[in-house]
């Protein structure tokens, strides 16, 4: 089951991988910080905790035995500065991209990818 983030600053988005017959077990799911133009060493801050990411920072996880995966992501309203989004990729066992997406986090609600961008599967 996906249960909420154990933080209440960040948003639990989580998918399910398969290939139309057998889940997928051992996808890499890979979250990238996407900022307004700054420079490669720059900064951004999550306001509402006061932690620091680089620009580019990306948090990723693994598909389990049943398909699943799940990312626990800072709400791109608290990031400053303004306009960040985040970009996730999920990759074949071979490394290549199998999906990828854009999305803006603003709400900590427990969310299926699918329901956040079109043509995803959602469990």
Do not use: H
């Amino acid at each position: 089951d996906i249960v909420a983030p154990a933080a209440a600053n960040v948003k639990r988005v989580y998918g399910y991988e398969y290939n139309g017959v057998d889940t997928l077990q051992g996808l890499k799911v890979v979250a990238t910080l996407i900022n307004p133009p700054m420079p490669g060493d720059s900064v951004v801050v999550d306001t509402s905790t006061g932690v620091q990411y680089s620009a580019g920072m990306a948090i990723g996880g693994w598909t389990n035995s049943g398909g699943y995966w799940y990312l626990d992501l800072p709400l791109n309203s608290n990031i400053s500065p303004f306009g960040s989004r985040w970009k996730i990729t999920c990759y074949n066992l071979n490394s290549s991209p199998r999906w990828q997406v854009t999305i803006n986090v603003t709400n900590t609600t427990t969310d299926c990818i699918g329901n956040i961008a079109n043509g995803v599967p959602c469990p």
